[in-house]
């Protein structure tokens, strides 16, 4: 990490989640000049990587290599400093007080500006919400000083939950729209860069689009923004400022 770059910090339960989701938010702070780090907790190995499953003649071992190429070529179209992956496992996941602290040892070394991860609530995958409480735990312990005394403690930074697949029976409500036109290519060449789930490019690019619409409509019709494609947010904190301009 460079001195004074500003970071963020996204977290996805599977090696693609951050693409569909989060995309255009790295790519968008990639070019304003942010150190966007990506962890991904599983490679999504056993749930969401059916058509690799549907080649034959497949291992697990084969799979999370496909993915793992997957995901460093999206990071990279994406502009995004670093991906890791903590090879966690999915469907079930599960987590334990060593994957805590790795991720919390994670906050400390990036120093966030802001975090993005899963909807709190998601009852078609349960992977989800895990990866974001375990998120939000992990952002906790690392700004507690008696956890590894010494070192550099996290401050408050903003935690935003991206768009889920079915956002109404999640319960998610956006309360941010990012115009993510400019950027708009990028993360279209990282979703290309999804092979195994070649069947969700368009329904994200028409997301995309709907949430451009709504980004557009909330600036205003005087406002000389082109704005043509969006993405949903909702933020698990208030927002401090010193106006409301």
């Not at 951050?18 to 702070?29: D, P, S």
């Not at 599960?94 to 709190?120: G, I, M, N, W, Y």
């Not at 998610?172 to 789930?197: E, F, N, S």
Request: hydrophobic share 40%; proline share 4%; net charge negative.
């Amino acid at each position: 990490m460079k001195e004074n770059t500003k970071t963020a910090l996204v977290v996805s339960a599977h090696s693609a989640d951050f693409v569909w989701r989060a995309g255009g938010a790295i790519a968008l702070h990639a070019q304003q000049g942010y150190d966007v780090h990506i962890v991904c907790l599983s490679f999504g190995e056993r749930g969401e990587s059916a058509k690799l499953w549907r080649l034959g003649n497949m291992t697990e071992a084969k799979v999370k290599a496909a993915r793992r190429e997957e995901a460093e070529a999206a990071a990279g179209a994406l502009g995004a400093a670093a991906v890791e992956f903590f090879d966690i496992g999915d469907y079930p996941m599960r987590t334990d007080k060593e994957t805590l602290f790795r991720l919390a040892d994670v906050f400390r070394r990036v120093q966030p500006e802001f975090v993005l991860s899963h909807s709190l609530k998601d009852p078609y995958n349960y992977d989800h919400p895990l990866a974001t409480h375990l998120t939000q735990e992990a952002r906790i312990i690392a700004q507690a000083e008696g956890y590894k005394p010494g070192e550099t403690v996290v401050g408050a930074p903003p935690v935003y939950c991206f768009e889920p697949h079915q956002p109404e029976q999640c319960e998610w409500r956006p309360d941010v729209l990012l115009d993510i036109t400019d950027v708009w290519d990028k993360k279209y060449a990282a979703i290309q860069c999804m092979a195994g789930q070649e069947h969700l490019w368009e329904y994200y690019t028409r997301v995309a689009l709907q949430r451009g619409v709504q980004a557009k409509r909330n600036v205003g019709i005087t406002s000389k923004r082109n704005i043509v494609y969006g993405e949903g947010y909702q933020s698990l904190f208030p927002r401090v400022t010193e106006n409301l301009g």
